[in-house]
């Protein structure tokens, strides 16, 4: 059974510093890992995208690795901004094209 | 504007009545999905149907049952609503499912039930 783990629960950082969330996962046997992003009361918005055989993908200040074979992912935020501040989660897609889902980092960026 | 949209956004209700969620996508996807976020933020998923065929069933009471009239729509209705289901459910679409079934999957903006 697939496992998703998310460190840390939640961060703060002074606006302006680079930061890296985790993201670990117990079976190597994905399709995909997805990182998204939650404001308060809000829906997903998917950030990042990065299938099994890629390595890393980049938009804009945001940079997402994935080591396959040790189940690790990382989510580097660049120069962060009070914007920022938001739930982050992680999920890998699987058999049968289920998502399954970190508890997710809380992230709060402070002017 | 092309979205995962659901209705109602919130949902307040007794104990014990029925209620019905709905979802629909206008991206095209064949694949649609619901998921509870419960009180500790945690999202699991709870189904999933391709091209109107359920696919994923996880552990959820009978009292859920999902129905997808076209590939566009799933819609959930619960039956005897308790105070655990109290959580957002979220729909989710996505072209394709399984292998290679490599695309993203796009969120609605959950609808938060609230059992009274």
């Known amino acids: 059974k697939q496992e998703v783990t998310q460190i840390p629960a939640a961060l703060s950082v002074p606006e302006g510093e680079n930061l890296v969330l985790n993201c670990s996962f117990t079976d190597s046997a994905i399709y995909n890992l997805q990182w998204f992003r939650q404001d308060p009361g809000k829906g997903l918005t998917s950030l990042l995208l990065?299938?099994?055989?890629?390595r890393e993908q980049t938009s804009g200040r945001l940079n997402a690795s994935l080591d396959k074979s040790s189940g690790r992912s990382t989510l580097y935020i660049a120069a962060s901004q009070p914007g920022d501040s938001a739930t982050y989660l992680c999920?890998?897609?699987?058999?049968?094209?289920?998502?399954?889902f970190g508890e997710g980092t809380q992230l709060t960026v402070n002017p | 504007d092309t979205a995962v949209s659901q209705t109602p956004k919130y949902l307040v209700t007794q104990m014990g009545n029925d209620k019905s969620i709905k979802c629909e996508q206008n991206l095209g996807h064949d694949t649609m999905y619901w998921y509870k976020q419960d009180s500790k933020k945690f999202l699991k998923i709870m189904f999933s149907y391709n091209n109107k065929e359920l696919i994923i069933n996880e552990t959820v009471p009978n009292r859920f049952s999902p129905k997808s009239p076209d590939k566009a729509h799933l819609n959930l209705h619960i039956n005897s609503l308790e105070l655990g289901d109290s959580a957002v459910y979220f729909c989710a679409s996505s072209q394709g499912q399984g292998a290679p079934g490599n695309q993203p999957q796009h969120f609605g903006d959950g609808t938060r039930l609230s059992i009274l």
């Open positions: 999920a890998v897609r699987t058999s049968g094209s289920r998502l399954t």
């Open positions: 990065i299938q099994s055989s890629q």
